[in-house]
């Protein structure tokens, strides 16, 4: 006989706005919820599965025994089975027996909206309900300017796993308690505005990096409680930092105990192969078009902005979700109602997420990881686009770093790859990053692209960096790169703290500490970095010497920044660039300055403008630009 009471957590509207797929705060109600019923305390269980037969709670207070405590099925025909156990409290261990209406099929699940996981390879649910009190109140009431497209936006990614390990303590990760110290401090440190966390939703397969994840509604149990994780969060945004998540919801493994063949059926991916299944992840695409799905996703979504306060979340793999045919041979894809290859269910799925992040919380970002030329991704859905907040500019990413990687002698002879990203910078809100997929497979990391001998070498990192931070758009920096990690990103090993103790390495360290200082200080670097009107060229076409110069503008042009980069190793001396008005250059910023590394080739104090035209401008000035440098002035009248 059943021990499991009845009760029940919806309402009529709930599962109507359920079915409708229409319901963004479906983790309110689905899931295990500590509670008392009749003055009996316990948890109520809810799981969608309308392909079972019979759903049954297992876990260590009932031995695990199938059949004990047998939810009831809602006769609302919304596929709901749900229950109030007795006795079943905080930390109780638990899954999903599910008994196909196909007799000959079970699965026994771990708990789609579960709040907290076992620790891997352990795969069951845990009860969990925390009663954290957050400390940033302060941060929260002013996130809306500090989160916005004219405000400093430089990303720190990281992989909490591998970026430091407790080498006396049996080579550790550090737990979100210790990486609410260390990394907030360190973050700080380097001025960097925001954080964002490679995966932590639980995931079983390290490899994978957390990008296949199976408890969506949980923050991995490897490096602490739920509650430890909103600390970690709330000190980072105590000392003014950010966090941006890590957010997949374009796949998920096959895993036995995860969302795949949930109740016998396909419940969560699509049927059809040639949209349920990815042949380069192994792993299953979400049903998109299937209403209870899209309300599954959203609501994981808007779960990590209220119940965790993040900043925003990076969306993974996008175009993989936008294509029918990516990854897929002819024949493999089928098109749409209209003939092309783009997923209609997909699209109308993100731009149905973005509206309802946007309405709900106006002081967050969405960023789409978007590869291709698809367009409007940064644009508002009632202009036809999808929604998002940015972009990130992978274009930039792969020409830049390609033209880094040649000899400067052959550099004047590819200049367009680096100034080419400027005829489409504005066609987005991009963001342009530097990522984890850059520094692994053979890429080699960051520093080990860049050509010449050692002082050539880190020149070169220093001039990228600084072409990178005085770009239009907002950066991120995967972790390691910020000091010149010479080996490819390896997630089983901590980052090569030791060494910051040479020259050439901590010198990298102060330059980005100091380029997120300057991108802080100067309103020209991001009032207008996602618009036409923040970006003018000096000059863009002398090859020979291979130089660049450009001004960054603001809302107020007296605040303009005046940029020059030498991508060769030959300093130019009394090299005139034309200026838009008389008065006098001061140099604000050098990546030649000996205090990174450099060989302290720098101008004089004050460079006065001469009333002599040049680059098609009324007024120039003759600098010196370093060598393998990039400098930056600010025009005084």
Known sequence: MSKVIVHSFFSEFDINLFKAGKHYRLYEKFGSHITTVDGVEGTYFAVWAPSAKSVSVIGDFNYWIEGEHQLNVRWDESGIWEGFIPGAGKGSVYKYKIQSNNNDIKTEKADPYARRCEHPPKTASVVWDDSYKWDDAKWMKKRKKNNAIDAPFSVYEVHLSSWKKKVEDNNRSLSYTELADELVDYVKEMQFTHVELMPIMEYP???????????????????????????LVDKLHQNDIGIILDWVPSHFPEDAHGLGFFDGSCLYEHPDKRKGYHPDWKSLIFNYGRNEVKSFLISNAIFWLDQYHADGLRVDAVASMLFLDYSRE????????????????????????????????????????????????SKPTYLGGLGFGMKWMMGWMHDTLQYFAKEPIYRKH??????????????????????????VYGKRSIIGRMPGDEWQQFANLRLLYSYMFTHHGANLLFMGAEFGQREEWDFQSSLDWHLLQYDYHSGIKKLITDLNKLYKKQPALYEQQFSASGFEWISYDDHENSIVAYIRKGNDEENSLIMACNLTPVPRS????????AGKLIQVFNSDDKKYGGSGVSNKKEIQIDHIGWNHREYSAEIMIPPLGAIAFKIEK
């Open 205 to 231: 397969y390290d490899p994978s990096w957390g990008y296949q994840l199976t408890g969506y509604f949980a923050p991995t149990s490897r490096f602490g409680y739920p509650e430890e994780f909103k600390l």
């Open 574 to 581: 009394g090299y005139r660039i034309g200026l838009p008005n």
């Open 414 to 439: 590819h200049q367009n790859d680096l100034t080419f990203s400027m005829t489409y910078a504005f066609t987005e809100n991009f963001m342009l990053p530097l990522s984890h997929d850059e520094v």
């Open 330 to 377: 002819d024949g493999e894809w089928e098109p749409n109602i209209y003939g092309g290859r783009e997923n209609l269910e997909a699209i109308a799925f993100m731009k149905e997420l973005n509206e309802e992040v946007y309405a709900s919380f106006p002081d967050v970002q969405t960023i789409a990881e978007e590869s291709t030329s698809f367009p409007m991704v």
